[in-house]
């Protein structure tokens, strides 16, 4: 399986750039997997659809501005999708084109304001 498996369009306007103020607003699909249908409701409906004995799973995660483009040495653009801060100024990333970039390969963000250099390269990440 490749992370470009997950590649999908998804038009600039249907993505939240802010919270709802009152996030209890906020919409619900509802599947339904018997009938085969989908439902589009509001949050505050979520009542109607737990039963006892259900588990709901809250994903308090943030998101960080974290897509960033630069160029290698030899002048070609490249993207990073940083994940995961391992420590310091360390980074887990996608990056596109991946197959492009090698270990010590280095990329220049911002004119020269960052730089970087690639470190590893994740086993399955490809």
């Known amino acids: 399986m490749k992370v470009s498996d997950f590649n999908y369009y998804l ?3 249907l993505i939240a750039q802010h919270p709802l103020e009152k996030r209890d607003s906020s919409r619900l699909m509802v599947l339904d997997r018997k009938k085969l249908t989908i439902e589009d409701k509001n ?3 979520i009542l109607n659809y737990l039963k006892p004995g259900d588990c709901l799973v809250r994903n308090n995660t943030k ?3 974290a897509r960033i483009y630069g160029k290698k040495e030899t002048g070609a653009n490249v993207e990073f999708l940083l994940l995961n801060n391992i420590e310091g100024d360390i980074w887990e990333s996608i990056v596109k084109p991946g197959n492009k ?3 010590g390969s280095k990329v220049i963000f911002g004119d020269g304001i960052l730089k970087a250099e690639i470190l590893e390269i994740m086993e399955g990440r490809n």
């Open 11 to 13: 038009p600039e306007e």
């Open 63 to 65: 998101v960080i501005p």
């Open 101 to 103: 970039l090698h270990i």
């Open 43 to 45: 949050f505050t409906d």
